[in-house]
């Protein structure tokens, strides 16, 4: 019966090799579409029926926008640690360790350079996949890094935002991480360097509250819910229920908090239309 | 109000009161009592204060008796003219803001205001600011920059407000677009948090080249309470939050996460509104008078570098 067990303990497959996003055969979108997850892939992960926008992770992001899927990892082996000894029903570093084992990624953002159409361009991607993209130490630090080698090589910083917010575990560290990275935003800005945020699918809390809305462009994901403060805790706030489509990306478009909305089809070729046009 | 370790502090206070009211009718010398008992109270004080939990700074942080934003301003400035609007929404009443005048030289004194009685708090919006607030000071500090005035922001916050309106003007934006800017502020900024600090909605005026916390205050990324719900998904952990968060000033300091904790009178800000104003007043005063001798550039560089040596990550 050798083929029932594990002939070698733990997990072997390489981090490389992990998947994230769909890895069944098809895929079914919230409107009901069914689509198989080869054609889902080589369309950016938007599904060619309704247009909906799967959410993906830095390696799908990476691949997307970097030419040839070629660029420079930076930071690769950043790791939280844990100044706060933090324990709720789970101690803080079984938490992460728990995410990093299932998403095979070391923490929620992922920083690299490379380019983008031929630009050089330094992007920066959250995962959602990781205790919910949620920002930390890791994540701040991270960022503030790759801000960092943006001003020292001149080359525009693309923020790719996918998070719950700060991350509690890690509580004052964590809010001064939104500090940190508009502290270095704020010398990007100086040195006249072009910063394009792009938010997508979900952008909340300490996030959208610092770099996810500092950019000289703002442009969203169709559809992305974006804002300060969660649905749950305002209708719990205003005790009424929310209007149809509040807080979706439209919804900031329209009240002029985002430049405009790309589908992720276009997303590299609108970001690059823009670089040129800086330059 | 009195919280339940205030409770044998107060009974022992009452006792005190009658026995000099008796000696009073009686005649009768009890001077020696009365001094025992005295010193029995400040050491009862001494110890209680000493070793409050974390839950229990929370509760006195929130006392409704303590001094606000606006008590602490009359109260350190000799003259005070308060400046009102975002001069593009309105005027936010959870966050007050003017010139004011401390031994002969102007500041701008900035910061949440909470309301006393129903009526007020419910003006006050209970200190959770709109964007427009965030922007009210944005402007107030932009104008002291341009008339090199330095900046005192006071935080007492439970939150920037999560509204609808407050998502369709911006909340997110307000806030982060004065992070950004506060960095770049040529003229010293100091600020202390009062009260409550929380999250966002503190930090939004909490970018200084010093920032300080008064003893009985909690600064922190999200209050006891909802890290409790959610987390432990029910209300009824708020103290064990409390403690995981390390959200005291004393926490703060030694994460290095703030500059510098700032006395408060013996059993708490709320029982010496004067004692508790000197302190802050002139822990303010000590900051910007040395921040005074850098340059603007200076000022700027390591404010900036303060804040991004913040975080602990291990490669």
């Not at chain 1, 930390?136 to 960022?143: D, F, M, Q, R």
């Not at chain 1, 360097?193 to 169709?222: K, Q, R, W």
Request: proline share 4%; net charge positive.
């Amino acid at each position: 019966m050798a083929w029932f067990k594990r002939q070698v303990k733990g997990i072997q497959t390489p981090t490389s090799d992990k998947k994230e996003v769909p890895d069944g055969i098809w895929y079914k979108t919230p409107s009901g579409k069914i689509i198989r997850t080869v054609e889902l892939k080589n369309n950016a992960y938007v599904s060619p029926e309704d247009g909906y926008h799967v959410r993906i992770g830095s390696r799908e992001y990476f691949e997307i926008l970097f030419d040839k899927n070629e660029f420079t990892e930076l930071d690769a082996n950043m790791e939280s640690g844990d100044p706060l000894q933090f324990k709720d029903q789970k101690s803080y570093p079984s938490r992460v360790k728990a995410s990093q084992e299932k998403s095979g990624l070391k923490d929620a953002v992922r920083t690299a350079y490379g380019k983008l159409d031929s630009h050089e361009v330094a992007i920066a991607c959250m995962d959602f996949g990781f205790i919910g993209g949620s920002m930390g130490s890791v994540v701040g630090e991270k960022i503030a890094r790759g801000i960092e080698h943006s001003i020292q090589n001149n080359k525009p910083f693309i923020m790719i935002s996918k998070s719950g917010g700060a991350r509690m575990m890690e509580a004052g560290l964590s809010l001064m991480q939104m500090a940190k990275t508009s502290a270095k935003l704020s010398i990007l800005a100086k040195k006249k360097i072009p910063y394009i945020s792009v938010l997508t699918d979900p952008t909340t809390g300490g996030v959208t509250a610092s770099y996810a809305m500092l950019g000289d462009f703002n442009i969203a994901e169709p559809n992305a819910l974006i804002g300060f403060a969660g649905p749950r805790v305002i209708r719990e706030t205003i005790g009424k229920d929310l209007p149809k489509g509040f807080q979706s990306s439209e919804f900031l478009l329209e009240h002029g908090f985002v430049d405009f909305i790309v589908d992720r089809r276009e997303m590299k070729s609108q970001i690059s239309l823009l670089l040129r046009m800086l330059k | 109000m009195l919280l339940d370790f205030e409770k044998p502090i107060t009974e022992l206070e009452a006792k005190l009161d009658a026995m000099k009211k008796l000696a009073q009718e009686s005649e009768s010398d009890i001077a020696a009592a009365v001094k025992t008992l005295e010193n029995k109270i400040h050491k009862l004080k001494e110890e209680t204060f000493k070793n409050l939990t974390r839950w229990q700074r929370v509760q006195l942080s929130r006392h409704p008796d303590r001094p606000y934003t606006l008590d602490y301003i009359y109260e350190i400035t000799d003259d005070f003219i308060e400046l009102h609007g975002d001069r593009n929404m309105g005027d936010d009443k959870a966050m007050v803001g003017g010139l004011g005048i401390i031994n002969k030289k102007s500041y701008m004194i900035i910061g949440q205001q909470k309301g006393r009685n129903t009526k007020q708090r419910q003006m006050r919006n209970f200190g959770m600011a709109n964007p427009e607030g965030y922007r009210k000071a944005l402007r107030l500090m932009k104008t002291a920059e341009k008339f090199d005035i330095p900046i005192i922001t006071l935080i007492d916050t439970p939150g920037a407000f999560p509204g609808l309106e407050a998502e369709e003007r911006g909340q997110g934006e307000a806030i982060a677009r004065n992070l950004k800017e506060m960095f770049q502020l040529k003229v010293p900024v100091v600020c202390a948090i009062i009260g409550e600090g929380a999250s966002g909605g503190a930090l939004g005026i909490a970018i200084g080249d010093k920032v300080l916390m008064m003893e009985n205050t909690w600064y922190s990324v999200i209050s006891p309470e909802s890290c409790s719900s959610i987390l432990w998904r029910s209300w009824d952990y708020k103290e064990q939050a409390a403690e995981a968060l390390k959200l005291t000033a004393k926490d703060m300091l030694s994460l290095k996460l703030i500059d510098g904790v700032i006395k408060e009178p013996l059993g708490g800000a709320h029982n010496d509104t004067k004692a508790a104003a000197d302190f802050l007043k002139k822990a303010i005063l000590k900051e910007i008078k040395a921040l005074q001798k850098l340059t603007p550039e200076e000022r700027i560089s390591q404010r900036i570098d303060k804040f991004c040596d913040m975080g602990v990550v291990s490669e």
